[in-house]
C-alpha cells in the first residue's frame, strides 16, 4: 500500500478475512444551515458544487443557485474564511431590478436564466495556465465547459457542451489528475446519471449510464414511504398515491478519497403525481403563478435522501449501508431547513480531523397548501463527519480480528484511526508464513491519528518485505490504518 494512503473498509480491498467485527455506517452529524437566502430578494439558495479553497487569498469561494422575488434567478458567488461565516461581494456583472449592486456571476452577462448559469465548478491547482485556475459547467441543461482564474470571471470554452438535464455534479480527482461529471439523463425507473471523465477539461470520455435505481430501490423506496406516512414527527408530502410510487436518482455527487471513489446518490422517493387536470388545483389558496405551473405539467411530491456508494475503479460500484440515509431529511420542530429536501454534496472539504459535507435542504417537495411551508425555501446546510469516518469495523465485548491481504511493507510508522474510549486496539505484523515479527501494545481512547508504540523493535527494519498486518480489538470502532513518516 502507498505510503501515507489511508486504507478505509468501505469494501474488502485488502481485506483477507474479518472474525468478530461487523461494519457500521456512520452518518454525518449535521450542524445546520450556514448559507441562508436574504429576504426579501432571495427565495432559496441550493449549490450543485462545494467550497473551494483558494490558496492564495485564503477564502473559500462557492456558487450558489439563487431564486429571486419576481421568479428571476441567477448564479450567486459567496466568499468565506472559516467555512461557516459567508459573505456576498459585490460584483457588479449582472443587472438585476436595475442594479449592479449584486453578487450574481455569469458567464455571460447578456445571457438570461437558465443560460447564464454557474452549475458547478471546481479548483484546479495543477493547470499550468492561471487563467484556467477554476473550472466549471454553465447552463442548467447542456453543460458547456468554462474556465476562470479566480471563480468570478469565466471564460466559455469552445468545445462541445455535455448533453445533460436539469442535474449533474463534478469534482476533480487530484491524485490522477481528472475531472469526474455526472450528468442526469432517463434510465431505469427514472431519473439516472451518466459518468463522464476528463483529463483536461475539453475531451471528454463516452458518457456511461452509471447509477441509476433498480428493483430493490422500488421495494425498499415503498416501505421508506410507508413508514413517512405513519410518522407525525416528519414533513408529510402533499400526495400519498401508491399507485405512483417510485424512486430514482434525483443527483449524485462522485469524488475521490483516499484509495476509493465515493458516491453520494440523492435517491428521490415520489410519493404522489398528479396530472394537469387534478381538481386540487383549484384550491383558491394556490397562488394563481402557481396553479398556472401545475396545470401545464402537473405536479410531484415526495422527499430525498442521500445514500453511500464506493467503487475502485469507477465501473463496479457497491451499495453501502444496507441502502439506509447516510444524509436523511431532518424531523420537523427542529428549525432545519432539510425536511423533504436532501441535494447531496458534490464532496467533502477536509478540515483537520474532520470531513465537512456541504449539501442543499428543502423544506419541501411538490405542492404546498396550508402547512405554514414555502415549498421554494432551500439553504445550504453542513453536515461533520469524523475523517475516515464512512464505515467502521466494531467490537463489542468479545475480541475481534481483521487480517489484510500480504503486501509490500512501505515504510514508515502505522497509525490506526479508531475510537477505542471503551476498549482497545493492537496491532501485529506477520510475515506470510504467520509468524509475528513485531507486536504493538495495546492503545485506548479516541485514536484520530493513534500510532503504534511496538513492544520490543520497531518495523523500519522490514520494510521491502512482503508482510500481512493483524488487528484485535475490543469494544471498539475502527475506521482506518496507514503508514506515515
Known sequence: ?????????????????????????????????????????????????????????????????????????????????????????????????????????????????????????????????????YKGFAHCYDREPMVSPDGIHWTLLNVPALKSSDESNLSY????????????????????????????????????????????????????????????????????????????????????????????????????????????????????????????SGDWSGFHDVQLMCSRDLKTWQRLGNRKPFIGSSPLGAGAYDLACVLPPSFPIVRGDELWFYYTGGMNYGLVVDRGVNASVFAICLAVLRRDGFISLDAGDTEGTLLTQPFTMPGGELYMNADAFTGAIRAEVLDEAGTVL???????GDLLNGQAKWENAGIAELKGQTVRLRFTLKNTAFYSYWFGE
Open 438 to 444: 513485531a507486536a504493538s501494545i495495546p492503545m485506548q
Open 173 to 296: 480527482d487530484a491524485q490522477t489528475h481528472t475531472f469526474l461529471a455526472t450528468l442526469k439523463t432517463g434510465g431505469p425507473h427514472g431519473r439516472s446519471h451518466v459518468l463522464t471523465t476528463s483529463k483536461d477539461f475539453e475531451d471528454w470520455t463516452e458518457p456511461v449510464l452509471t447509477f441509476h435505481a433498480d428493483d430493490l430501490d422500488q421495494e425498499l423506496g415503498r416501505e421508506n414511504i410507508k413508514a413517512r406516512f405513519a410518522n407525525p414527527a416528519m414533513q408529510q408530502p402533499s400526495h400519498n398515491i401508491p399507485e405512483t410510487y417510485n424512486v430514482d436518482i434525483y443527483n449524485v455527487g462522485v469524488f475521490r478519497y483516499e484509495g476509493l471513489y465515493i458516491a453520494l446518490p440523492s435517491m428521490f422517493h415520489q410519493t404522489g403525481k398528479v396530472g394537469k387536470d387534478w381538481p386540487g388545483f383549484d384550491d383558491p389558496r394556490i397562488p394563481e403563478e402557481m396553479r398556472k405551473a401545475y396545470r401545464e
Open 1 to 133: 500500500m502507498p505510503l501515507g494512503q489511508r486504507q478505509l473498509f468501505l469494501d474488502d480491498c485488502g481485506v483477507a478475512s474479518i472474525d468478530g467485527l461487523t461494519r457500521t455506517m456512520h452518518p454525518p452529524v449535521k450542524r445546520g444551515a450556514v448559507i441562508r437566502p436574504t429576504p426579501p430578494e432571495e427565495t432559496s439558495v441550493q449549490t450543485r458544487s462545494a467550497p473551494a479553497w483558494d490558496p492564495e487569498q485564503k477564502v473559500y469561494k462557492l456558487w450558489l443557485l439563487v431564486s429571486r422575488t419576481g421568479g428571476s434567478s441567477g448564479t450567486g458567488y459567496v466568499e468565506s474564511t472559516d467555512g461557516l461565516h459567508w459573505t456576498k461581494p459585490v460584483l457588479r456583472q449582472k443587472e438585476i431590478d436595475g442594479s449592479l449592486e449584486n453578487n450574481i456571476v455569469t458567464p455571460d452577462p447578456a445571457r438570461e436564466w437558465p443560460a447564464n448559469a454557474i452549475e458547478n465548478a471546481v479548483y484546479d491547482p495543477h493547470d499550468p495556465d492561471p487563467s484556467r485556475r
